[in-house]
């Protein structure tokens, strides 16, 4: 069971005949959808977030934070919360909560929603190098090279044992030890491939290290396709076998078409 602290901050109270929805988020998809909700009174939305970042953005709606404890735990919390329905807003590489969400909800019979992001796509002047993991990325890295490393800060220290190596290692908070040699910003991803261009041009970065995230952060990988640098691009894992979307608005279309709102 996990042991971290969970904390369930409560929005306005809800109708007695509100329908119940576990929206498992922390993703801009997350936001804006408990946002498109968050006046309609016949639905009940409660966010869960991981509780991974320090400071998270609060969706509209009432808001959990923290881990359940595993299929068993979340089984539990749908079954007590009576929620009718469980929409998967989290990030494509959270596959341990995604697997858990859908093994939950098969159990009780509850719908399930997989809102997904689409992977980027590969163009003619991308030069990737494709992994299935971390451990792939970290042995794909080319010796001796300046990397721009954009993996989160649960996956860069396994970055740190490849000391011929020096890294830009850019993240929201800072990461746990080992820490891979060279430098740590905390910031998000530019918003521009020109801001990205100035970045890697300034630490004369020569390879980008990324998960294939689909959605926001796409213009550190436009900028490298423009310098001709070398991108180590580990790609999504498998989805589960359930319904899928990978736009706010079907989700929005399938919720309201499941309670006929």
Known sequence: METEPV?????????????????????????????????EPELDIISSLAGRTSSP??????????????????????????????????????????????????????????????????????????????????EQVPRRARVLLAVGRQEAPAFARRMDCWFLSRMMEEPDPPIPPGKVILERPRDTADDECALMSDHRINCVVAKNSGGPGYAKIEAASWMGLPVVMVQQPARPEAKCVSIVGDAAVWLRRLFSL
């Open 57 to 138: 953005r609060r969706p509209a709606g009432r808001l959990r934070i923290g881990g359940f404890g595993g299929v068993e735990g979340l089984t539990q919390f749908i079954a007590s919360q009576k929620i009718e329905a469980v929409i998967d807003a989290t990030h494509p590489f959270a596959a341990t909560i995604t697997d858990h969400a859908v093994s939950a909800a098969k159990q009780l019979g509850v719908p399930y929603l997989l809102l997904g992001r689409s992977p980027w796509e590969k163009t003619e002047q991308d030069h990737w190098l494709e992994v299935s993991d971390i451990a792939s990325a970290v």
């Open 7 to 39: 904390r369930i901050i409560e929005g306005d109270a809800p109708s007695a005949m509100a329908h119940s929805v576990l929206l498992l988020g922390g993703t801009t998809e997350a936001f804006r959808l408990a946002q498109l909700f968050a006046s």
